[in-house]
């Protein structure tokens, strides 16, 4: 079975500055992908940013990377300069290669950028 | 259009009430799925159609049966609903076969309230 552990029910940030996400998880597949997804108040799920366990770089898209620490399970995204439309919740989710290769997510973030 | 739309973005309904939710997809994907979000609850994955065949079904209700003409297109048939059937109802997209990063895209949902 895969989990995802979200810590951080809700978080603050002042706008333009960094603010890093938490998320850890459980799955015996030795091949999986991480996910990120943002969903603003609208409903709509973003996709922002993936890495797969065989990468050894962290993965970077604009101003969103993905802080990925396989020994300690940890998938943490980081937000650069954080802006006012940033502001969303976030959630962390992950695919493994065996049986169960659908996507399962955590509980969520809720991200407050601050003026 | 692009990527997933769905409508109606917002319906309400009574529980002796029959109604859709449609879903489209325009990325060429061939895989198509449902989630419902209540507050305060992870996602929960319903429905799973690959090709155009059902391959995941969440012990989802009868009164909730869903649909796929075709790997473009995917509906939600609602009867009898219940009042805790009240969420945010997600459809998603991915090209399956692409293996572990294999990313689903979201469309805006639709918020479903039953009274």
């Known amino acids: 079975a895969q989990k995802i552990t979200q810590t951080q029910p809700g978080m603050f940030v002042q706008e333009k500055e960094a603010v890093t996400l938490d998320c850890t998880y459980d799955t015996s597949d030795q091949s999986y992908g991480l996910f990120w997804y943002k969903q603003p108040s609208s409903g709509e799920m973003i996709f922002l940013i993936y890495q797969g366990s065989y990468d050894e770089q962290n993965a970077t898209e604009g101003r969103y990377s993905l802080n990925f620490q396989k020994a300690r399970k940890s998938a943490n995204l980081v937000i650069s300069a954080s802006q006012l439309g940033d502001s969303a919740m976030y959630f962390c989710a992950m695919r493994g290669a065996g049986s169960a290769r659908q996507l399962t997510f955590g509980s969520g973030t809720q991200l407050t950028v601050l003026p | 259009e692009t990527g997933v739309t769905q409508t109606p973005r917002h319906l309400v309904m009574g529980m002796t009430n029959k109604k859709s939710l449609k879903c489209e997809q325009h990325?060429?994907?061939?895989?198509m799925y449902w989630y419902k979000q209540s507050a305060k609850k992870p996602l929960e994955l319903m429905f799973v159609y690959n090709f155009k065949e059902q391959t995941e079904n969440n012990s989802v209700p009868s009164r909730f049966s869903p649909e796929c003409p075709n790997s473009s297109h995917l509906f939600l048939h609602l009867h009898t609903l219940q009042p805790e059937d009240s969420a945010l109802y997600l459809c998603?997209?991915?090209?399956?076969?692409?293996?572990?990063?294999?990313?689903?895209?979201f469309g805006p949902g639709t918020r479903l309230l039953v009274l």
């Open positions: 998603a997209s991915s090209q399956r076969l692409a293996g572990i990063l294999e990313t689903q895209y």
């Open positions: 990325l060429g994907h061939n895989a």
